[in-house]
Structure formats: structure tokens, C-alpha cells
T-cell receptor, first 111, second 114 residues
Framework: KAGVTQTPRYLIKTRGQQVTLSCSPI?????VSWYQQTPGQGLQFLFE???????NKGNFPGRFSGRQFSNSRSEMNVSTLELGDSALYLC??????????FGPGTRLTVL | AQKVTQAQTEISVVEKEDVTLDCVYE???????LFWYKQPPSGELVFLIR??????QNEISGRYSWNFQKSTSSFNFTITASQVVDSAVYFC???????????FGEGTQLTVNP
């Protein structure tokens, strides 16, 4: 059974640009959640989707958005990138409410 | 607001030693869940355990055991007879039952030396 896949694995952008990250959950999982991990702030919840609906949202500015498609794949978008957005972005999928299976993450570097 | 504190930033042990990772949480919820995850160098978080706040029984899974004490708001994790492969960052987390968001602690870097 394939695990959670995230693409791309690494990304380098410059300030002001926008970026889209993709997450494919485990087959059959309808819940996808996103977390940002930085050395300074640690792991922080971004948002969670279930059957294409955002069920919960963390305390991030509106530059951070996401969506989920009918096949449960999810994307998150960050517009007008700032240096502080450099982070490891982790996606998790689950049959349940809590994030059980995480992907390897996308390492975003903003220059 | 929920808060999870892992006071031990780094722990270094020699293989076969037992090691306990501490986790203290703050919450106003009467019902909640507590978690432990492992993050090896590869980066992905590996789920270890989820515990309901009503269930204070200790749990053992192989070399891993967890001690949940509601009276002291602690959910500690012990690895018995540690191995080099246990080297990783370990995170404790809290989830309110009304939602799906986890609040993570700062993590404890465990290094097991041969």
C-alpha cells in the first residue's frame, strides 16, 4: 500500500513569489491535514480537509490557503512568499480525524 | 489555549540504557487526546500512540511504554533497552476532541550511541 506522497520534495523560491505544494493521501483516506515545521516555531497546524471541505484552520495569515479534490488529493498554496515561510511542510492522511500517516514533506526555501 | 512542553531538548544515552522522555501539557478541555510521534532523520513523522484523556492506564508496546498521569498533566514515554535505531526527534502532542488540530511540543532529540 503506497504511503502519503508529497511533491515536490524540495523547492527554492524568491520573496514575493507564490508556491503550490501537493499531497496525495493513502488510497481510501479522506482526511488530509497540513503542518508547517520550522526551527523557531516547531510544528504548527495549518489546516485540515475532509471530503473536500476545510474542517479546521490554524492561525496562519490568508496567504496560506488549501484545497482538496474529489480524489482526496490536496494542495496548499502560499502567495507572496516571505523569508519566514521557509520550512518543512508536512502532509498527513487518515481514515480518522487525527493525522496518523505523514508524508516525507516538502522542504521550501525562500531566498 | 493548549500547550505542550517537552523540557528535554536533547538526550544522549548509550545503547541498552532505558530512557524516559517527558511531556507536560496544559488544557482547558475536559476530554482530549494525547499523542507521541517519532521523526527520524528522513523527516516524516511516525505515529506511535494516541491516548484518550479518560484512559489513564499505562500502555506497553514492545520496548515502548507510556505513563499518563492526569493529576500532573503528564504523558511520559519510556524506551527500554534503547537501540541506535531509536535515535530521532520525539514529539508529544495534544488534540482537542472538538477538532482535528494537534498542538505539538518542541520535541526531544534522542541520540542513542553504540
Amino acid at each position: 500500500k503506497a504511503g502519503v506522497t508529497q511533491t515536490p520534495r524540495y523547492l527554492i523560491k524568491t520573496r514575493g513569489q507564490q508556491v503550490t505544494l501537493s499531497c496525495s493521501p493513502i488510497s481510501g483516506h479522506r482526511s488530509v491535514s497540513w503542518y508547517q515545521q520550522t526551527p523557531g516555531q516547531g510544528l504548527q497546524f495549518l489546516f485540515e480537509y475532509f471530503s473536500e471541505t476545510q474542517r479546521n484552520k490554524g492561525n496562519f495569515p490568508g496567504r496560506f490557503s488549501g484545497r482538496q479534490f474529489s480524489n482526496s488529493r490536496s494542495e496548499m498554496n502560499v502567495s507572496t512568499l516571505e523569508l519566514g515561510d521557509s520550512a518543512l511542510y508536512l502532509c498527513a492522511s487518515s481514515l480518522f480525524v487525527f493525522p496518523k500517516f505523514f508524508g516525507p514533506g516538502t522542504r521550501l526555501t525562500v531566498l | 489555549a493548549q500547550k505542550v512542553t517537552q523540557a528535554q531538548t536533547e538526550i544522549s544515552v548509550v545503547e541498552k540504557e532505558d530512557v524516559t522522555l517527558d511531556c507536560v501539557y496544559e488544557t482547558r478541555d475536559t476530554t482530549y487526546y494525547l499523542f507521541w510521534y517519532k521523526q527520524p532523520p528522513s523527516g516524516e513523522l511516525v505515529f506511535l500512540i494516541r491516548r484518550n484523556s479518560f484512559d489513564e492506564q499505562n500502555e506497553i508496546s514492545g520496548r515502548y511504554s507510556w505513563n499518563f498521569q492526569k493529576s500532573t498533566s503528564s504523558f511520559n514515554f519510556t524506551i527500554t533497552a534503547s537501540q541506535v535505531v531509536d535515535s530521532a526527534v520525539y514529539f508529544c502532542a495534544h488534540e482537542e476532541t472538538s477538532g482535528s488540530r494537534l498542538t505539538f511540543g518542541e520535541g526531544t532529540q534522542l541520540t542513542v550511541n553504540p
